[in-house]
């Protein structure tokens, strides 16, 4: 009877329900627990397992693009700087290079300031020569002429005079 009394007993504490329904129910849980484990749980977790590589996949390719963007700016910024730094050069170049053609245009210049004015001073120098020669040569005739007169006729030193000054407004005229 003790067997029979604990029996009722847990009969009691489970509400009424039989043994049998128990050892069904849990066979039931453990046949459908199989089964999800087997048809749900299995390819839920490769999903799950397809889904996590896809992720982690994602996150791989997102950091080796990273990683290449980060490469091809440091590349850029590297090439922009040589860039840079051969536009100065090019730039400086072209500065040196106008102050030497500067300096050189300006020397030309002096040389050919200097050589006009040589040539000026030569010329200068020549019509003076010419100027004093046909001077020289005008009072020569001039003194020619007055001793021709003076001997022609004497005259007093008043119409000598007033001879020359004629003759140094004749020769004045002439020029």
């Given at each position: ?5 604990s ?6 504490s ?5 043994g ?7 066979a039931s ?8 484990r ?7 977790m490769?999903?799950m397992q397809?889904?996590?590589n896809?992720?982690?996949n994602e ?5 080796k693009n990273?990683?290449e963007?980060?490469?091809a700016?440091?590349e850029?910024?590297?090439q ?8 100065q050069?090019?730039?400086?170049d072209?500065?040196k ?9 300006i ?7 200097a050589r006009i004015?040589k040539?000026a ?8 020569e010419?100027?004093?020669e046909?001077?020289?040569a005008?009072v ?26 004629d003759?140094?407004?004749e020769?004045?005229?002439?020029q």
């Amino acid at each position: 009877m003790q067997l029979l009394s604990s029996g009722l007993i847990i009969q009691m504490s489970l509400g009424g329900l039989h043994g049998g329904d128990i050892a069904f129910s849990l066979a039931s849980f453990l046949i459908l627990l199989f089964l999800l484990r087997k048809f749900a749980w299995g390819p839920l977790m490769n999903q799950m397992q397809k889904r996590e590589n896809y992720v982690a996949n994602e996150i791989e390719t997102a950091e080796k693009n990273r990683a290449e963007a980060e490469k091809a700016s440091r590349e850029a910024n590297e090439q922009l700087k040589a860039t840079r730094q051969e536009a100065q050069k090019i730039i400086e170049d072209a500065k040196k290079a106008g102050q030497e053609q500067e300096r050189s245009i300006i020397e030309a210049a002096n040389q050919a300031a200097a050589r006009i004015k040589k040539s000026a001073e030569e010329d200068i120098a020549r019509e003076k020569e010419k100027a004093v020669e046909a001077l020289q040569a005008q009072v020569a005739t001039l003194s020619v002429q007055i001793a021709t007169k003076v001997i022609e006729k004497e005259i007093d030193a008043k119409d000598q005079e007033q001879l020359i000054s004629d003759y140094i407004k004749e020769v004045g005229e002439e020029q």
